[in-house]
């Protein structure tokens, strides 16, 4: 159990379905983040949020839309995926945002069909 | 910039060998130095972590010293047994980078195979 708690663990979605991924942490960590983790690709960061505030965004397409209601929750808003996004996304959280260590979630496998 | 380099897998040995896995950053300042490995089906679980140089990092058998003269940290383990298969990830954390300060940046990412 490392804390992070990621929903579903499983997806596939159509390229005009609308979807929402969920992240929930009770480490009481300040800094949350998205990271895509495609085959034979290396993590790519994706959005990070310190305190709700977005304060990184990666030249992520728009139809990604990441969501901070409060510390402890994250979402990623999903909608007219393409084949391509298909990947294993995971959530992670830190105290802070200047990284000593995160703890990340087991990950929601999604597919795009 | 930042940057970390890990050596391509996949790697595979038989159960108690002796593993090594190489890894070399590039980086201003003094950054943070961290291994994860992530087993099938599962996220990335923080193995082990060295903050400044010659701190050597352990946890489960594996060991890893922050050498800042060769820029290097690579993960070591003496005898590997089957349930250490999995991914292994290089990272760093870098506070005195400016637009990404303190955020994670990994390696691609080495696949290690135990053969009982």
């Known amino acids: 159990e490392t804390g992070v708690t990621q929903t579903p663990r499983h997806l596939v979605m159509g390229m005009t379905n609308k979807k929402s991924l969920k992240c929930e942490q009770h480490?009481?960590?300040?800094?949350m983040y998205w990271y895509k983790q495609s085959a034979k690709k290396p993590l790519e960061l994706m959005f990070v949020y310190n305190f709700k505030e977005q304060t990184e965004n990666n030249s992520v397409p728009s139809r990604f839309s990441p969501e901070c209601p409060n510390s402890s929750h994250l979402f990623l808003h999903l909608h007219t995926l393409q084949p391509e996004d298909s990947a294993l996304y995971l959530c992670?959280?830190?105290?802070?945002?200047?990284?000593?260590?995160?703890?990340f979630g087991q990950g929601t496998r999604l597919t795009v069909v | 910039g930042n940057s970390v380099t890990q050596m391509e897998g996949p790697v595979t040995l038989s159960e108690e060998a002796f593993l090594t896995i190489n890894c070399t950053y590039t980086a201003t300042g003094y950054p943070s130095l961290f291994w994860y490995v992530q087993y099938p089906g599962e996220g990335l679980q923080l193995l082990l972590k060295a903050t400044k140089a010659d701190d050597k990092g352990s946890n489960k058998g594996f060991e890893a010293t922050y050498r800042k003269e060769t820029t290097s940290f690579h993960l070591e383990k003496g005898s590997v047994q089957v349930s250490d298969s999995a991914v292994y990830f290089c990272?760093?954390?870098?506070?005195?980078?400016?637009?990404?300060?303190?955020?994670?940046?990994f390696g691609k990412g080495t696949k290690l195979s135990v053969k009982p």
């Open positions: 992670a959280s830190s105290q802070d945002r200047g990284v000593t260590e995160a703890f």
């Open positions: 990272a760093l954390s870098n506070m005195a980078y400016g637009g990404s300060q303190g955020n994670l940046i």
């Open positions: 480490l009481g960590h300040n800094a």
